[in-house]
């Protein structure tokens, strides 16, 4: 049994991140162009216009906004937006491949599954209910928490999630698709496996730390565990 699989042999709970190991969230839906919205809806709300960056991430916007509004008011507002927008990206995210074989497999062995993801809880719950898994993962879905400063590479959301499953950090497994699940992870003192969409990704994590990444979930379906 080589590392991965030893990780996965032993995990109780698998908490998965949501796009990228789960859904391509954005496919249909670019998150560069959710950004552009959240921009210009901050400068509107009061935000110094230099201090937005042109950046495809909009959670990016989200923390930079955060650190100028005192009243907690704007970082509301944009949080609403993304999640309108995430949700509407939800119900037409293509699955990532294997991805929802393996959560019908490790449930089927015993294993609890959870999602601990920076995205919002109600985008990752319209997309289980689409793909007929929120039954796999029930009240174990942990999106970002309302303060920007909570989202990962903070623990918050793994927190949330091993204590839900009633288990320890060292019994769970993460599998993520970003430095900042890592980071996570390794901060909570949970075991990590990277998911790797491309050779770019994969560069990314390892550089991050991550000991054991795989190309393919197909990868995370070993026969001895999961047959």
Known sequence: MDGTSALLEHASCVLFDFDGPLADLFAGHPASRIADRLRRRAGRLGVPPAELPETGDPLRILRIAARHDSTGRIAAELEEQLTREEVHAARTAPPVPYADRLVERLVADGRQVAVTTNNSARAALVYLQRRGLAGYF???????????????????????????????????LMIGDAPSDFAAAARLGVPFVGYARNERKAEELRQAGAEHVVRSLEDLTPTTALA
């Open 138 to 172: 029930g009240s174990h879905v942990h999106g970002r928490a309302a303060d920007p400063a909570l989202l990962k590479p903070h623990p918050d959301c793994l927190e949330r999630a091993v204590a839900s499953a009633g288990t320890s950090p060292a019994d769970c």
